[in-house]
């Protein structure tokens, strides 16, 4: 026993006597000669805009972190911190950089349509090279909200509906932002923690009411996996969740981020969310939101002067421990040596590179990638159909919009620098390529203008074929940007009509922040492109997928429905206890039958059970056959193998494609009812013609593990939640896309 104790005891000492890490020692000596006053400046951010006469006295005052504030201003006031502030602690310039910097990449939504990780990483590092040079060290960005309701604006800055693409997507994107070298170039906030992309009705800012084991099914994987992808920072939603706003739910922010995750980073609120808890009925000042907000760890308040107005006082008055403050200040401490703003404080204003070449190169790129060709009759490309680029009618509203086909949050972008796609067509006319009619007139009307489509018309006699640039404004998406009616805005759908009456070709291209319902206008015309907001080259990025110098490769990376009354819908649904077998339309009920029940099957009259286009949807140029997925073994043994999917893919047509294999599966029986179908991974696969290619999967045990809540505990409980697989039978898909393919099965054995 004797022995046992000095082993123990000098263990104690062995571990004691370990050297503290230098970062944390240069932090205690930091924050042993600090004032309360400078902790709580440190922990506040405010934007720069909004105080032009006080940020002096701020900064000199030990203010923590200024928003939107760059260049040569940026350095200014980084030299009264540096140099003027007590302890010279230096400033972090943060930013909203969210696709692109000056160049502009396609929004999120589109950069996930890609399926290509590596592509949305260099995007990411890219745009931080640009952001860095005005002195952004920060960005709230990636967005990994999973939204199935695309009448939600913000759905363009995230990357779709589904969890493992979302968090897949986020991590490329936290790597390319921070880099891979020691000192990490831009930090990324991961955003917003967490659900806000569930707000009810696809209403901005609303509320939210997600069961703890769907919250950490669906909502908070990507989150966790853009955090083990080494994200600096987090951020609070607006929103509250389960009647609890995100800004001050412990449960959230202390018991899970802090204690389970064992996250050391900041955690930031979103603009004034604190202020947000007072309307929400949560408190019933700023003073008490202060008070929640810090007892939630939140580190640091953005825009919202509520820890300056009232942290103070919480202190003296001992609501408040002034630890609770050095954690804190720490996280933030921790971050700016992270970043190495103590060495480098300073932007280079001078001589700034921006638009280089590598990033135009990427920008269209990621623009050609994320384009998904959802319907083509054999008109496209233009290249090889009987109407070999004669003469082309070039109209809609985003033919030559600079402005618009950038989409939404790019605040730092110059109009002037993007190429549009009739300036793309232009410049194949002056090549001799091609022959080019411009529209003039109207573009967003938002009546039915009968002097523009006579005017259409008149044009589309004199070409042989039109190509229609459709979609959405830059401001019908983005942050308070909700929609009840998803269709083409204006008279674009009249406009479509009149095009195809001509009796002309007539291709469509989408540039749009969401998903629209547009299946009448797809009928009408003979191809459509659905592009997004593809950014500043996205213009070349089409007149090339339209004539055939590239072959669409997209994929949707969330469903379309066919009508707003079908949302939300998704692919990874749940069956009911009456699954769709046989689906009865409205036109299809006898007179009179309409007020009886006409069958127990879960679908909609006017619709059917179907979307529009279902996830992972996309076509190209080119035809691929799937064989039979063939596993390496019926059964996997709990945790001591891995089992091996794979499938054979064959271009069967006459041009060189790529086809993007989906790795799905299905647990049939579970103690808590499974999707019918989940992703678990994807590639790309550039395939010749005539040729054939073997795709292979890896799944484990792990692949196969969902949330459960533990036996014997009551609902709600925190920290009473397994993540485990259960034994049982599997399908597993290799598929072009999540409506299709047949399955192999396999059994996990435990």
Same mark, same amino acid.
């Given at each position: 026993?004797?022995? /046992?104790?000095?082993?123990f =005891?000098?263990?104690?000492?062995?571990?004691?006597?370990?050297?503290?890490?230098?970062?944390?020692?240069k932090? #205690?000596?930091?924050?042993?000669?600090?004032?309360?006053e !400078?902790?709580?400046?440190?922990?506040?951010?405010?934007?720069?805009?909004?105080?032009?006469?006080?940020?002096?006295?701020?900064?000199?005052?030990?203010?923590?972190? %200024?928003?939107?504030?760059?260049?040569?201003?940026?350095?200014?006031?980084?030299?009264?911190?540096?140099?003027?502030?007590?302890?010279?602690?230096?400033?972090?310039?943060?930013?909203?950089?969210i696709h692109?910097?000056?160049?502009?990449?396609?929004?999120?939504?589109?950069?996930?349509?890609?399926?290509?990780?590596?592509?949305?990483?260099?995007?990411?590092?890219?745009?931080?090279?640009?952001?860095?040079?005005?002195?952004?060290?920060?960005?709230?960005?990636?967005?990994?909200?999973?939204?199935?309701?695309p009448?939600?604006?913000?759905?363009?800055?995230?990357?779709? !509906?589904?969890?493992?693409?979302?968090?897949?997507?986020?991590?490329?994107?936290?790597?390319?932002?921070?880099?891979?070298?020691?000192?990490?170039?831009?930090?990324?906030?991961?955003?917003?923690?967490?659900?806000?992309? @569930?707000?009810?009705?696809?209403?901005?800012?609303?509320?939210?009411?997600?069961?703890?084991?769907?919250?950490?099914?669906t909502?908070?994987?990507?989150?966790?996996?853009?955090?083990?992808?080494?994200?600096?920072?987090? %951020?609070?939603?607006?929103?509250?969740?389960?009647?609890?706003?995100?800004?001050?739910?412990?449960?959230?922010?202390?018991?899970?981020?802090?204690?389970?995750?064992q996250?050391?980073?900041? =955690?930031?609120? #979103?603009?004034?969310? &604190?202020?947000n808890?007072?309307?929400?009925?949560?408190?019933?000042?700023?003073?008490?939101a202060?008070?929640?907000?810090?007892?939630?760890? %939140?580190?640091?308040?953005?825009?919202? /002067?509520?820890?300056?107005?009232?942290?103070?006082?919480?202190?003296?008055?001992?609501?408040?421990?002034?630890?609770?403050?050095?954690?804190?200040?720490?996280?933030?401490?921790?971050?700016?040596?992270?970043?190495?703003?103590?060495?480098?404080?300073?932007c280079?204003?001078?001589?700034?590179?921006?638009?280089?070449?590598?990033?135009?190169?990427?920008?269209?790129?990621a623009? !050609?990638?994320?384009?998904?060709?959802?319907?083509?009759?054999?008109?496209?490309?233009?290249?090889? &159909?009987?109407?070999?680029?004669?003469?082309?009618?070039?109209? $809609?509203p985003?033919?030559?919009?600079?402005?618009?086909?950038?989409?939404?949050?790019?605040?730092?972008?110059?109009?002037?620098? *993007?190429?549009?796609?009739?300036?793309?067509?232009?410049?194949?006319?002056?090549?001799?390529?091609?022959?080019?009619?411009?529209?003039? $007139?109207k573009?967003?009307?938002?009546?039915? &203008?009968?002097?523009?489509?006579?005017?259409?018309?008149?044009?589309?006699?004199? @070409?042989?074929?039109?190509?229609?640039?459709?979609?959405?404004?830059s401001?019908?998406?983005?942050?308070?940007r909700?929609?009840?009616?998803?269709?083409?805005?204006?008279?674009?759908?009249?406009?479509?009509?009149?095009?195809?009456?001509?009796?002309?070709?007539?291709?469509?291209?989408?540039m749009?922040?969401?998903?629209?319902?547009?299946?009448?206008?797809i009928?009408?015309?003979?191809?459509?492109?659905? @592009?997004? /907001?593809?950014?500043?080259?996205?213009?070349?990025?089409?007149?090339?997928?339209?004539?055939?110098?590239?072959?669409?490769?997209?994929?949707?990376?969330? *469903?379309?429905?066919?009508?707003?009354?079908?949302?939300?819908?998704?692919?990874?649904?749940?069956?009911?206890?009456?699954?769709?077998?046989?689906?009865?339309?409205?036109?299809?009920?006898?007179?009179?039958?309409?007020?009886?029940?006409?069958?127990?099957?879960?679908?909609?009259?006017?619709?059917?059970?179907?979307?529009?286009?279902?996830?992972?949807?996309?076509?190209?140029?080119?035809?691929?056959?799937?064989?039979?997925?063939t596993?390496? #073994?019926?059964i996997?043994?709990?945790?001591? &193998?891995?089992?091996?999917?794979?499938?054979?893919?064959?271009?069967?047509? *006459?041009?060189?494609?790529?086809?993007?294999?989906?790795?799905?599966?299905?647990?049939?029986?579970?103690?808590?009812?499974?999707?019918?179908?989940?992703?678990?991974?994807?590639?790309?696969?550039?395939?010749?013609?005539?040729?054939?290619?073997?795709?292979?999967?890896v799944?484990?045990?792990?692949?196969? @593990?969902?949330? /459960?809540?533990?036996e014997?505990?009551?609902?709600?409980?925190?920290?009473?939640?397994?993540?485990?697989?259960?034994?049982?039978?599997?399908?597993?898909?290799?598929?072009?896309?999540?409506?299709?393919?047949?399955?192999?099965?396999? *059994?996990?054995?435990?």
């Open positions: 026993m004797k022995n /046992h104790l000095l082993i =005891l000098s263990l104690i000492t062995l571990v004691a006597c370990q050297p503290k890490d230098p970062t944390e020692q932090i #205690d000596h930091l924050l042993s000669q600090m004032t309360l !400078e902790k709580i400046a440190q922990m506040s951010q405010l934007a720069g805009e909004q105080y032009p006469e006080d940020l002096e006295t701020y900064v000199r005052n030990g203010l923590g972190s %200024m928003l939107n504030v760059m260049g040569e201003d940026a350095n200014y006031y980084q030299r009264i911190a540096v140099e003027e502030s007590r302890l010279g602690i230096p400033i972090l310039f943060a930013r909203d950089v692109g910097y000056r160049t502009i990449y396609p929004i999120p939504l589109g950069q996930a349509a890609t399926f290509d990780l590596d592509l949305v990483k260099e995007a990411a590092r890219l745009t931080a090279q640009e952001a860095m040079q005005a002195g952004i060290r920060w960005t709230f960005s990636p967005m990994v909200d999973i939204s199935r309701d009448r939600w604006g913000r759905v363009a800055e995230g990357y779709g !509906e589904d969890t493992y693409l979302t968090s897949v997507m986020g991590a490329a994107t936290v790597q390319g932002y921070q880099g891979s070298d020691s000192i990490i170039q831009l930090a990324a906030c991961v955003k917003h923690f967490v659900g806000y992309g @569930a707000s009810e009705g696809g209403r901005d800012y609303n509320t939210t009411w997600i069961p703890e084991v769907q919250l950490r099914e909502y908070l994987p990507p989150f966790k996996a853009s955090l083990d992808a080494g994200s600096l920072s987090i %951020m609070c939603s607006f929103n509250e969740i389960n009647g609890v706003p995100t800004s001050a739910n412990k449960h959230l922010n202390v018991n899970l981020l802090r204690h389970e995750w996250y050391d980073g900041v =955690l930031v609120s #979103d603009y004034a969310s &604190s202020q808890m007072i309307a929400h009925g949560n408190c019933k000042d700023l003073r008490e202060t008070l929640l907000s810090i007892n939630a760890q %939140m580190d640091m308040d953005m825009e919202n /002067h509520a820890y300056f107005k009232h942290l103070k006082e919480l202190v003296e008055e001992g609501l408040v421990r002034e630890e609770q403050l050095d954690v804190c200040v720490r996280d933030i401490l921790r971050m700016k040596f992270r970043l190495g703003l103590f060495d480098n404080p300073y280079a204003v001078e001589n700034p590179v921006y638009y280089s070449s590598e990033a135009l190169a990427a920008a269209q790129r623009a !050609e990638e994320s384009a998904v060709l959802l319907k083509n009759n054999g008109i496209l490309p233009l290249s090889s &159909s009987p109407h070999h680029l004669t003469t082309v009618l070039i109209c $809609g985003l033919a030559n919009s600079q402005n618009d086909q950038n989409g939404t949050w790019c605040f730092d972008k110059v109009d002037s620098a *993007t190429v549009t796609p009739l300036m793309a067509f232009r410049e194949l006319a002056k090549q001799g390529k091609i022959c080019v009619i411009e529209q003039t $007139g573009h967003w009307s938002r009546e039915e &203008s009968q002097t523009n489509i006579m005017q259409l018309t008149r044009l589309a006699k004199q @070409a042989d074929v039109v190509l229609y640039f459709g979609g959405e404004e401001i019908l998406s983005g942050e308070a909700c929609r009840a009616h998803l269709d083409l805005p204006g008279d674009q759908s009249a406009q479509i009509r009149a095009l195809k009456a001509t009796g002309k070709p007539v291709v469509l291209t989408v749009a922040g969401r998903p629209l319902c547009i299946g009448e206008d009928e009408r015309v003979d191809a459509v492109l659905y @592009a997004f /907001h593809g950014g500043t080259m996205q213009g070349p990025a089409l007149a090339n997928l339209i004539t055939g110098v590239v072959a669409p490769s997209g994929r949707l990376p969330i *469903t379309f429905p066919q009508a707003v009354g079908q949302i939300p819908m998704y692919y990874n649904k749940k069956n009911s206890g009456r699954p769709t077998s046989n689906p009865v339309l409205y036109e299809d009920i006898p007179v009179g039958a309409a007020q009886f029940s006409i069958g127990a099957d879960s679908y909609w009259l006017e619709y059917g059970d179907k979307p529009l286009y279902p996830f992972g949807y996309g076509l190209t140029y080119t035809t691929f056959e799937y064989g039979p997925v596993v390496s #073994d019926s996997l043994v709990s945790s001591s &193998s891995c089992l091996i999917a794979s499938c054979e893919i064959t271009n069967t047509g *006459t041009t060189d494609g790529v086809a993007v294999p989906q790795l799905y599966i299905r647990d049939l029986v579970g103690s808590i009812t499974r999707p019918i179908r989940e992703l678990k991974g994807f590639q790309r696969v550039n395939i010749p013609a005539g040729e054939s290619r073997v795709v292979s999967f799944l484990t045990e792990a692949d196969l @593990a969902y949330w /459960h809540l533990a014997g505990v009551d609902l709600g409980a925190d920290g009473h939640y397994t993540y485990l697989a259960e034994a049982g039978d599997f399908h597993v898909w290799i598929a072009p896309h999540s409506a299709e393919g047949h399955p192999a099965q396999f *059994t996990l054995k435990k």
